[in-house]
């Protein structure tokens, strides 16, 4: 074995280092990639070069905690070398709870200031086992890593602003911040400082005083921090364009259900906060004149395709303007379809297509959607589908948002099922022969209507000749509880299946 072919064996998943010759194992380059790629290589390098303090900074750089058990016991007092294990977090599953601090540094490092902080940062020793005869400043402050340690800390540094910030910072709360309510009433009236709180968690700004809701630098730093903070702003700010533009920019159109009326209808502001709409929440806060507006519409999903989807309360009559329809079909704007729009949609799309076949699936109180694996062109066979990747992701938005299971009055993936899967067919044109496909169990990639003996027919569709429209079929398992005596989850299947002809 060369050397090149020794470098290739180790990129394998589980290479076998007993095979790899001697002579690399003294070779300082090779080691160095091994162990960087894998501590247990470790094992298999000469034991003079187990001490080589190059190899062992790039292994404690590479695996952190995972590196200890290899060192040699002279580097436990090396500085450099014990801080780069410490600036990983302590991996309990790989190294046990039984791990002690003497275990991989020399006890001198246990009233070290930087050693300290470092360990306190990701965890590797318990802020209550630190003698409190060494804590400063910049120790408290790695203590705070752990929101629940500003409690211990006493009151030197529990009133001190660094600490605080520090504390606030790693805090996880979705509701008021605990720390914030236990500072001092000194602090909270500086305004400097309230400034520094609220950059760091906007929704502070519903603890502060109330001479400070009604202060813009205050509310500015709130809102740019979190746009959902608007809330808590005095009702004067949320009249102020500049508070809640920082605020939309910051959380996304839904910020302006917070602002004040006379905003949200101001057209250049609804329509910004259109543009910054984030995330599939309904947009709530579209003044209803706006909606009677078709050159608003037109304005708003040229900002944002999603517009009329996440309208909640959509209006249909949007889709049957012929300008609006044409965005739809062009795949510029996503709108809320029934079987007819849909069909036509698909047709302009794929105007080539006699079908299409999805497989569909959901579960608890969501529906998963239509995934497209099989389609037919007139005159061909069917296959797998070779649509190209733009046409394809607007049919997956227009089913998305297409009202094709509500149309059927099915319930699919509605809250108390377990789980619920089918197919979809859609004829875009009368089809030219009977048509059968096998939807098979979680395994609708085979070729079409090929099975194997560990394949499960969950529904069988057929279409006669001439057939226009949409057939879906499948079922639902209802879950029935456990069954002690079987040791075994009870279901009840539903068969689903109903056609909407064109």
Not at 202 to 210: A, F, P, R, Y
Not at 359 to 377: A, I
Request: aromatic letters at 10%; proline letters at 2%.
């Amino acid at each position: 074995m060369n050397r090149e072919e020794a470098l290739k064996l180790i990129e394998h998943d589980f290479p076998d280092y007993a095979i790899i010759p001697k002579i690399f194992w003294s070779d300082k380059e090779f080691i160095l990639i091994t162990t960087k790629k894998d501590i247990t290589s470790f094992e298999y390098i000469d034991s003079v070069l187990k001490k080589d303090r190059d190899i062992i900074l790039s292994v404690v750089t590479a695996h952190g905690p995972n590196a200890t058990k290899y060192l040699d016991k002279s580097f436990k007092s090396d500085k450099e070398i014990i801080l780069k294990i410490l600036k990983k977090p302590l991996n309990y599953f790989s190294l046990g709870d039984e791990l002690s601090p003497t275990d991989y540094m020399s006890k001198e490092f246990l009233k070290d200031e930087d050693v300290i902080s470092e360990a306190l940062n990701n965890q590797w020793i318990e802020y209550g086992k630190i003698d409190s005869k060494l804590i400063t400043k910049k120790i408290a402050i790695a203590a705070t890593t752990k929101s629940e340690n500003f409690e211990k800390l006493n009151n030197e540094f529990k009133n001190d602003p660094d600490v605080i910030l520090s504390a606030i910072t790693n805090e996880k709360t979705w509701g008021d911040s605990e720390i914030f309510k236990k500072i001092s009433d000194k602090l909270k009236s500086e305004k400097n400082f309230i400034i520094k709180v609220l950059a760091i968690n906007g929704k502070i700004l519903n603890q502060v005083s109330d001479n400070f809701k009604k202060d813009k630098e205050i509310v500015m730093a709130s809102v740019k921090q979190s746009g959902y903070a608007l809330q808590y702003a005095h009702s004067s700010l949320k009249k102020d364009i500049e508070i809640v533009l920082s605020s939309i920019e910051q959380y996304g159109g839904s910020a302006l259900e917070y602002a004040d009326h006379s905003l949200k209808i101001n057209k250049d502001l609804v329509l910004n906060a259109i543009k910054n709409h984030k995330d599939n929440l309904y947009i709530d806060y579209v003044d209803e004149s706006f909606l009677k507006d078709k050159d608003f519409i037109i304005r708003a999903v040229s900002l944002n395709r999603k517009f009329m989807s996440l309208l909640r309360n959509f209006d249909y009559n949007f889709v049957k303007d012929v300008d609006i329809f044409n965005l739809v079909k062009e795949g510029k704007a996503i709108a809320k379809l029934y079987s007819k729009e849909l069909y036509q949609c698909l047709k302009y799309q794929l105007p080539e297509h006699e079908l299409l076949c999805f497989f569909w699936s959901g579960g608890g109180d969501s529906f998963h959607g239509y995934e497209l694996f099989y389609e037919k062109k007139s005159g061909k066979e069917i296959s797998k589908t070779l649509i190209e990747q733009t046409k394809k992701t607007i049919i997956k938005e227009l089913f998305d948002n297409c009202l094709i299971v509500e149309e059927m009055e099915l319930e699919l993936g509605c809250t108390g099922e377990f789980d619920s899967q089918g197919g979809l067919v859609v004829a875009l044109k009368p089809l030219s022969e009977t048509f059968q496909w096998n939807v098979v169990n979680q395994n609708p990639v085979l070729n079409f209507n090929e099975l194997s003996e560990y394949n499960d027919i969950i529904t069988t569709i057929n279409l006669p000749k001439n057939f226009t429209g949409f057939s879906l079929n499948g079922q639902n398992s209802e879950d029935l509880g456990f069954d002690e005596e079987k040791e075994q989850t009870n279901y009840d299947i539903t068969p689903v299946g109903k056609q909407l002809k064109i």
